[in-house]
């Protein structure tokens, strides 16, 4: 008994000595064949027959910088909202002591000319050298407005002076010495305020072709675009109608007064082939079906 006993303890001291080694050392007492195969299932699951002691896995956190730890826990700054911009801005300066009819007629024709662009119109009885801003790309001055000290001020806008008979002569002042808008001169500044909204000059007039007053308005209206941009050449696409022409700029399009519906549509569909962006619709001309 003793015998076995200390053949056991042997056994069980196998765990510290190579696996080839153990099995040698079993055999030697194989009358105990039994306690040989726990022994030997005891060494595999300790050492794994490969002599290394086995090791017990531990999971290494990576090292964190303190600076990036630092911008780790800065929140992220979120964007701001632009705000949008807004179309630029025609001013009608039309001091209490201006003509009433003169500015009825004026602000009539702008309200036409600016909605077409999508720009805006504000119409004001006076205003202050300080709120001259970039957006104004026009000023339209009733006589007695002080149009020549606005315009020393912001040598960037462009006013026009109605009804001033006497003006000092700017660069960015154009003046029409009048009381009354004949068919002519309402033509003239149709077409003059047309040109400085429009891009690329593209403006153009619908007139009545046997009337007086039609082709006053007419010849006014081409004038005042004229005036303002020369020779008016576009510069961006398109260069050509549908048809292949070339196209040109101040554009008109003429019908007897009397002409039908489906007439003055026609003609309004010649204007978008035309890439027109700024018309002009002379009084006598057109329909309330074409308006």
Do not use: H
């Amino acid at each position: 008994m003793m015998k076995k006993i200390s053949a056991v303890k042997s056994l069980v001291e196998l765990s510290l000595i190579p696996c080839r080694e153990a099995v040698r050392y079993v055999r030697k007492y194989s009358c105990c064949w039994l306690l040989t195969l726990i022994t030997l299932l005891s060494l595999v699951l300790l050492t794994g027959c490969d002599g290394n002691t086995p090791t017990q896995g531990v999971s290494t956190l990576p090292a964190v910088d303190p600076a990036e730890s630092e911008a780790l826990a800065t929140p992220t700054e979120q964007p701001v909202p632009t705000a949008t911009s807004l179309p630029p801005l025609v001013i009608l300066l039309r001091p209490q002591e201006s003509d009433p009819e003169l500015g009825t007629q004026v602000q009539s024709l702008l309200e036409t000319t600016t909605s077409q662009k999508g720009y805006r119109l504000e119409i004001r009885s006076s205003l202050a050298p300080e709120e001259l801003t970039p957006d104004i790309v026009l000023v339209t001055a009733l006589a007695p407005a002080p149009v020549s000290e606005l315009a020393a001020v912001s040598s960037e806008t462009r006013f026009l002076a109605v009804g001033y008979n006497d003006l000092p002569s700017a660069e960015n002042i154009n003046g029409l010495s009048i009381q009354a808008l004949s068919p002519d001169r309402q033509g003239f500044m149709a077409g003059y305020m047309a040109a400085v909204i429009s891009s690329d000059w593209r403006v153009g007039i619908i007139s009545a072709s046997d009337t007086s007053a039609g082709v006053e308005a007419r010849q006014g209206f081409l004038m005042g675009a004229e005036y303002f941009c020369g020779l008016c050449r576009n510069v961006y696409p398109p260069y050509r109608d549908p048809n292949g022409s070339i196209l040109e700029y101040p554009t008109f399009v003429e019908l007897p007064a009397a002409s039908q519906s489906q007439d003055w549509l026609g003609v309004v569909q010649t204007m978008t082939s035309r890439s027109v962006e700024v018309v002009y619709v002379a009084p006598g001309a057109g329909d309330q079906v074409m308006l």
